[in-house]
Nanobody, 122 residues
Framework: QVQLVESGGGLVQPGGSLRLSCAAS????????IGWFRQAPGKERERVAC????????NYEDSVKGRFTVSSDSAKNTVYLQMNSLKPEDTAVYYC???????????????WGQGTQVTVSS
């Protein structure tokens, strides 16, 4: 079992930055794909970024490419999502999730955090 806890959300002005953290416990995240998802009110959940712990491979949803960066710290068993140049349309609840596998091929994730709210507004 893997437990995931997100933190770092909040209110930020357009153009600002936030860094979300996803702390894992119960198991080290070796050979896991760790994804960041978001869900805005009335919209479907979407995957915005993913990192594979085995080789550091990353991928991003098109609307966040060049603005968001996913990274990991294996010593802390934590994954981060650095979000820059935030826009109002980035407002959502952000979740991290994990699955044994590689981001290039995984579709479904087995373990989920509780989510953290990100609001981009002036």
């Amino acid at each position: 079992q893997v437990q995931l806890v997100e933190s770092g959300g909040g209110l930020v002005q357009p153009g600002g930055s936030l860094r979300l953290s996803c702390a894992a416990s119960g198991r080290t995240l070796d050979y896991y794909g760790i994804g960041w998802f978001r869900q805005a009110p009335g919209k479907e959940r979407e995957r915005v970024a993913c990192i594979s712990s085995s080789d550091g491979y990353t991928n991003y949803e098109d609307s966040v490419k060049g603005r968001f960066t996913v990274s990991s710290d294996s010593a802390k068993n934590t994954v981060y999502l650095q979000m820059n140049s935030l826009k109002p349309e980035d407002t959502a609840v952000y979740y991290c999730a994990a699955v044994e596998g590689h981001c290039a091929v995984v579709v479904t994730f087995d373990y989920w955090g509780q989510g953290t709210q990100v609001t981009v507004s002036s």
